[in-house]
């Protein structure tokens, strides 16, 4: 508001009908009258980080809850078409009830969303997610959105090193991401995070990133980034 040999699920919500993600359908347990399955409980929330950006400018980054939906909505407003395309690889001009119930309605522990407010004004300005590859729990798919005036200050890489963090405190490996061909700006955030390019499609190109065990990694941007055992 962003893979091995076999990939897991794939990143960017909206891919192509013949290649759909996780992050890119509504898991029907997430659907409007249906409950979340047993093993499904809800994780207790983590701290709130208020963090300085490269440029001086200030953000709190938190867990997204259900309540966010019209944070999410007005970030979603303010993204430029490109950057929707970026996103969900397709034109995308709204979410949907569903979407946005699917998009800030998550477990904190197969489905992970970090916001990042501009502690000026309140206002979502970004959001990184994983969820869960359904046939190899140590693996997740990963997203990133950025509000397009909060573009190239930093914010991506300090929302997905802190992903970085709680998936591994969830038990997760190594992320796996499905990006545009032509999305220079996540390709390079990828690369900085050490993620290694596996594999080419048509118009997407697909990146692993290997996440080192909690405890064993440095304090450093792609710290923990390296390996899993």
């Given at each position: 508001?962003?893979?091995?040999?076999?990939?897991?699920?794939?990143?960017?919500?909206?891919?192509?009908?013949?290649?759909?993600?996780?992050?890119?359908?509504?898991?029907?347990?997430?659907?409007?009258?249906?409950?979340?399955?047993?093993?499904?409980?809800?994780?207790?929330?983590?701290?709130?980080?208020?963090?300085?950006?490269?440029?001086?400018?200030?953000?709190?980054?938190?867990?997204?809850?259900?309540?966010?939906?019209?944070?999410?909505?007005?970030?979603?407003?303010?993204?430029?078409?490109?950057?929707?395309?970026?996103?969900?690889?397709?034109?995308?001009?709204?979410?949907?009830?569903?979407?946005?119930?699917?998009?800030?309605?998550?477990?904190?522990?197969?489905?992970?969303?970090?916001?990042?407010?501009?502690?000026?004004?309140?206002?979502?300005?970004?959001?990184?997610r994983y969820v869960r590859d359904a046939e190899d729990p140590h693996a997740a798919e990963i997203a990133v959105t950025i509000v397009d005036d909060w573009q190239g200050r930093g914010l991506g890489t300090e929302l997905l090193t802190r992903l970085?963090?709680?998936?591994?405190?969830?038990?997760?490996?190594?992320?796996?991401?499905?990006?545009?061909?032509?999305?220079?700006?996540?390709?390079?955030?990828?690369?900085?995070?050490?993620?290694?390019?596996?594999?080419?499609?048509?118009?997407?190109?697909?990146?692993?990133?290997?996440?080192?065990?909690?405890?064993?990694?440095?304090?450093?941007?792609?710290?923990?980034?390296?390996?899993?055992?």
């Open positions: 508001m962003s893979h091995a040999s076999k990939p897991a699920h794939r990143v960017a919500a909206g891919t192509p009908i013949a290649r759909r993600s996780p992050l890119g359908r509504i898991p029907s347990w997430l659907r409007p009258g249906r409950r979340r399955p047993l093993g499904h409980r809800l994780r207790p929330a983590v701290e709130d980080r208020p963090v300085a950006l490269r440029d001086g400018s200030r953000v709190l980054i938190r867990q997204v809850q259900p309540a966010d939906a019209p944070l999410l909505a007005d970030g979603f407003a303010r993204l430029s078409d490109k950057s929707r395309r970026m996103r969900f690889l397709a034109r995308k001009d709204q979410l949907s009830a569903a979407e946005l119930r699917y998009l800030t309605d998550v477990d904190h522990h197969d489905h992970e969303a970090l916001g990042a407010l501009d502690q000026a004004d309140g206002r979502g300005v970004g959001v990184a970085a963090t709680r998936a591994r405190s969830e038990g997760i490996c190594r992320f796996t991401a499905l990006v545009a061909e032509d999305n220079v700006v996540m390709a390079r955030l990828l690369r900085n995070m050490s993620a290694s390019l596996v594999g080419r499609s048509p118009g997407t190109v697909d990146y692993e990133i290997t996440l080192m065990p909690l405890g064993k990694g440095t304090t450093t941007p792609a710290a923990g980034l390296s390996a899993c055992a």
